[in-house]
Each structure stands twice: as C-alpha cells, then as structure tokens.
C-alpha cells in the first residue's frame, strides 16, 4: 500500500486524523474501525487503549504484561505518555474518571 508522506518522509495522518473527529457516535466509531482497520489492528489498539486504562489504575507493569500478554517495551512506552501529565492520553482518562 503507498503512504501518504510529506516531502520529510513523515506519514500525514491529518486526513485520518480529520475524519476520526467528524464521528462522534460510538457504534459509526466502530463501524468505521470494522471499515478501515483489520481484525488483528483493531485487536492491537484495543490492548493498546486498555494498557494505558491499566496504567493509569496504577497497576504494576508486570502484572499488566502477564495479564495482558504483551511486551515490557509496549508497556514502557505507555507509562512514559501515562507520566506526561499534560498528555492527551491522560486528559482523556481523567475525563472519563471524572464523569
């Protein structure tokens, strides 16, 4: 599949990124996820979004790498924008905590 990339070598996500806020109900979220993504990506991002929730619980990431089934590197990752406190991911969780 060709990339869309900027003359940087950089992939454009605007268009995606575009289109992900013209959606605001969850069920046409999921449909256009069941559209755009595959099986196993859409299973990807799912632990992806539940390692941070976990993270964010404060749970141990060895308990979340056995829990889960993924790497320490993924977890990793995941506790440095966790530790961001001024991070979008972490914005959205406290939101959601907050309701």
Known sequence: MHRN???SG??????LAS?????TDVDRMKQ????????N??????????????LKTGMAQRKI??????SLCKITRGARII????SVTNQILDSRTAE
């Open 10 to 15: 950089q992939i454009d996500l605007n268009d």
């Open 32 to 39: 256009f996820f069941h559209e755009i993504f595959t099986d």
């Open 65 to 70: 790498a056995a829990e889960l089934g993924i």
């Open 41 to 54: 990506e859409r299973i990807d991002l799912s632990l992806r979004w539940r390692l941070m929730e976990l």
């Open 19 to 23: 289109a992900f806020c013209q959606i």
């Open 83 to 86: 530790k961001n406190r001024r």
């Open 5 to 7: 990339r900027h003359s």
